[in-house]
């Protein structure tokens, strides 16, 4: 069965470091891979997404995840955090071919930003 | 585009009233869900649809109800609403085709309190 993991429940980083957001799946097949973000109040946005091809894939806002497939891994990284950025964010994985129903959302990690 | 709207964003119902919740979606999405998020949770999926006339369950579709008349409109039924029943309610459409790209739109919420 799909799963979805992500290890932090809470992050707090600096304004302007780094930032790197886990995320772990359990699929058999290639996965179709997402993180979504969250503002208080609102509903998600899709940052990225990851279907096949290149393993870097860039989405808004700056952001950008890698797929590693030895890793079962789909983290989520950038690199110069705004006070904007804080957020929840949430990791998804699809089914293989039927990616767009039955999506898994891991549990999510809250992101606060200090200045 | 309005996108995902949902109605009402806030509701408190006292235990074992019924209301439904409303979606609709402009974008032509021939997929729509219905999911919960817990404080702390990641999103549950209650409901899902492919198209007009089609709907599925999902993880946790026990005291909920949907239908799907239209590609439009993907409402939400709570019968005897009971205290588990608390929590934020989103309503997401994607479009899923050979070459679709799955990622989900999501309204905004509905904030439900039962009493």
């Known amino acids: 069965a799909q799963s979805v993991t992500q290890p932090d429940i809470h992050i707090t980083v600096s304004e302007g470091a780094s930032l790197e957001l886990r995320c772990n799946y359990s699929?058999?097949?290639?996965?179709?891979l997402f993180w979504y973000v969250q503002s208080p109040g609102q509903g998600l946005q899709l940052l990225l997404k990851y279907f096949s091809g290149d393993t870097l894939v860039q989405g808004i806002k700056g952001f950008e995840a890698e797929f590693k497939r030895s890793q079962s891994s789909f983290n989520l990284r950038k690199p110069s955090v705004h006070w904007s950025d804080a957020a929840e964010y949430f990791c998804a994985v699809g089914a293989g071919n039927t990616g767009g129903f039955k999506t898994i959302f891991g549990a999510g990690t809250r992101l606060f930003v200090k200045a | 585009n309005a996108g995902v709207t949902q109605t009402p964003k806030f509701r408190i119902l006292k235990i074992g009233q019924s209301m439904t919740l409303q979606c609709t979606q402009d974008m032509n999405h021939n997929y729509m869900y219905w999911y919960r998020q817990d404080p702390g949770m990641g999103l549950k999926l209650i409901y899902y649809s492919v198209g007009a006339g089609i709907t599925d369950k999902g993880e946790v579709p026990n005291g909920y109800n949907v239908s799907r008349s239209t590609t439009e409109d993907f409402p939400l039924r709570l019968e005897l609403a009971a205290p588990s029943q608390t929590s934020v309610y989103f309503c997401?459409?994607?479009?899923?085709?050979?070459?679709?790209?799955?990622?989900?739109?999501f309204g905004p919420g509905t904030r439900l309190t039962v009493t």
């Open positions: 997401a459409s994607s479009y899923s085709s050979s070459g679709g790209s799955y990622e989900q739109y």
């Open positions: 699929y058999g097949a290639t996965p179709y």
